[in-house]
């Protein structure tokens, strides 16, 4: 068969295994992928066909769309952090050999811990590559 004839030179069975395989593990099909982002798109160009459309687009407009701060977050982290530099400024002395201790204890007591963390890191990395869902699209379908 040929693709003249209306037929695709893959047999159907491997075809509707691949949709099969690509929906169970989340994915979508990519011809339907196309044609919605293609309508999303003609949609959001579209002139407003009713007073109700047009009555929106102010409205919509206007959405805010600066970042929002978390000020908790932001006081609470510039406080450490200026404290830290000034203490670090006002001692600098002090400040080095509290450092230096600090770092000194954790690479004496932790450091095995940060070996195991980063090679288990490393294997479940590679396990996840190697295995049937390392070929899963990170992302939509049509990026």
Request: no cysteine.
């Amino acid at each position: 068969m040929s693709d003249a004839e209306g037929t695709s030179a893959r047999p159907p069975h491997q075809s509707a295994e691949r949709r099969l395989e690509r929906t169970r593990l989340g994915g979508t099909d990519p011809a339907v992928d196309r044609r919605r982002i293609r309508q999303s798109r003609e949609d959001e160009f579209r002139a407003p066909l009713t007073s109700s459309e047009l009555v929106r687009g102010p409205a919509e407009i206007n959405v805010d769309t600066t970042p929002r701060v978390n000020w908790r977050v932001l006081v609470i982290s510039s406080a450490i952090i200026i404290a830290f530099s000034v203490w670090a400024m006002l001692a600098p002395s002090n400040a080095s050999s509290v450092m230096q201790s600090v770092v000194t204890w954790v690479a004496t007591n932790l450091g095995w811990y940060y070996v195991v963390t980063v090679v288990a890191v490393i294997v479940f990395i590679l396990w996840v590559a190697l295995s049937k869902e390392g070929n899963v699209r990170l992302g939509p379908d049509h990026s």
